[in-house]
């Protein structure tokens, strides 16, 4: 049976057309020579493979193939006739038309197709919804290994040393957003091993090192990250207030991602709290303004739920207290800040000063425990790269749920800055576990200063 994968489904190429002649006299014919095939007649009896996007961007497509299917005939395309052009032309007798259509897509666009066309559902009855990821074994990064073997071999690269290989894997991990899963975006794994092939061809060398998939890594983040390397630098100029030693009462290093097009990138955000007497509970100064989203507000209500249990339980909690993310002018969205505003928060009500170089990310429960959040290697990164360049200390540091561990996937300057004891990587569970590293003070005395 034939598989034909069309490109350019344009009305004209996927179901034929009658073509014209210009004659002397401005006269315009045809003839059954001049009858011309399109896809659906190649694949006839067969498969045909079609981009989702490209077909519906293609005016006429999409209604001409439902014909076609749901009618189980082809006709061609005569554009003179659709033009309205008075000339003589052929009515070819339909072509019988038995063939499987496969639409390769993106899932959002085609659950959008079932909503919008009545049709598209009783036409497409399969939907297969492959997954980005795949579970990491040892037989996966066989496969991969044997990947990347076939790619050096067909495009006539050089080939790669095993430790070089590794680290193309990692990568793969990387972008998967976790340890123990690999990501099926094959095309981006193999422009790493072509890039660096490049380096390796610069420096002259018979195979791929794990340097040259390094550099290659480092270019990458190079060529994206302006916007990255431009707020590093107002920070770094003190235009943007962020402290990474000392302890500070009620003022904490909170981690957040910002993604400019396809490069994510963490960075930190001062969050502050102010408390006095008072009956108006805790105020969130980003959601007054509007500038707090819906998960954003959920974390705070679920914040002042954990306050309630813990310090109200005999009597009413009567207090004034206000939070903000400093020199933040944007939306804020998610609840992965809702713990670091927590021990903020605490922090200002016990008195107790919190260390400014750990910064925190983590959701927190109603219970006090401390959730998994996404985008962790990010934040660990934003805020090793600013610690480095202010200058480790070894007392640096992120505090991240202990859920997200596995989601580690570092880059190698913060994995060898870790071994050397120059930085360091907490995980805790709970709420207790969080302010003790914070403020070096037992849980205990913390939650004894705050019902005084």
């Not at 006299?25 to 095939?37: C, E, I, K, S």
Request: net charge negative.
């Amino acid at each position: 049976a034939p598989v034909v994968a069309e490109y350019d489904p344009q009305l004209s190429r996927l179901v034929g057309r009658v073509e014209h002649e210009a004659r002397y006299g401005g006269a315009v014919v045809t003839d059954f020579t001049l009858l011309r095939a399109g896809a659906l007649h190649t694949a006839n009896g067969g498969y045909l493979i079609l981009r989702a996007q490209d077909l519906f961007a293609e005016a006429g497509a999409w209604e001409a193939l439902k014909r076609a299917l749901v009618g189980r005939e082809l006709r061609p395309d005569d554009p003179a006739i659709r033009g309205g052009a008075p000339t003589r032309t052929l009515d070819p007798d339909p072509i019988p038309l038995q063939v499987k259509v496969i639409l390769i897509g993106p899932p959002v666009l085609y659950f959008m197709l079932l909503d919008a066309d009545e049709d598209f559902g009783s036409i497409f009855k399969v939907m297969a919804d492959f997954d980005y990821e795949v579970e990491r074994t040892p037989e996966n990064e066989l496969d991969y290994a044997h990947f990347i073997g076939r790619l050096c071999h067909d495009e006539k690269l050089r080939h790669l040393t095993a430790d070089a290989v590794g680290l193309v894997i990692e990568q793969s991990a990387r972008l998967a957003g976790t340890q123990n899963r690999l990501s099926t975006r094959f095309g981006q794994l193999a422009d790493l091993v072509r890039e660096a092939n490049h380096w390796a061809d610069q420096a002259d060398r018979e195979f791929v090192a794990r340097e040259d998939v390094l550099r290659a890594i480092d270019n990458r983040r190079y060529l994206r990250n302006r916007v990255e390397m431009r707020l590093l630098e107002m920070l770094l100029d003190g235009k943007r207030l962020i402290a990474t030693s000392e302890a500070v009462v009620g003022q904490i290093n909170a981690l957040t991602v910002s993604q400019v097009g396809d490069h994510s990138f963490g960075q930190p955000n001062r969050v502050t709290v102010r408390t006095y007497v008072g009956k108006s509970g805790v105020i969130q100064i980003d959601r007054e303004v509007a500038l707090a989203g819906p998960i954003h507000n959920k974390g705070l209500m679920t914040l002042v739920g954990y306050l309630g249990g813990q310090y109200a339980g005999d009597h009413p909690l009567s207090l004034n207290a206000q939070i903000t993310f400093e020199q933040s002018y944007g939306g804020i969205e998610g609840d992965s800040a809702s713990s670091t505003e927590l021990y903020a928060l605490l922090s200002s009500l016990a008195g107790i000063p919190i260390s400014q170089a750990i910064a925190v990310t983590g959701s927190v429960n109603q219970h006090g425990e401390i959730q998994p959040i996404g985008g962790v290697t990010e934040k660990v990164e934003g805020w090793f790269n600013v610690c480095r360049q202010r200058g480790l200390t070894g007392d640096q540091g992120c505090m991240i749920p202990a859920a997200n561990i596995q989601d580690l996937m570092l880059d190698h300057t913060v994995i060898e800055a870790v071994a050397a004891g120059q930085f360091h990587i907490w995980a805790v569970r709970s709420v207790d576990e969080g302010i003790e590293l914070l403020t070096g003070r037992s849980a205990s005395d913390v939650h004894t200063a705050v019902a005084a």
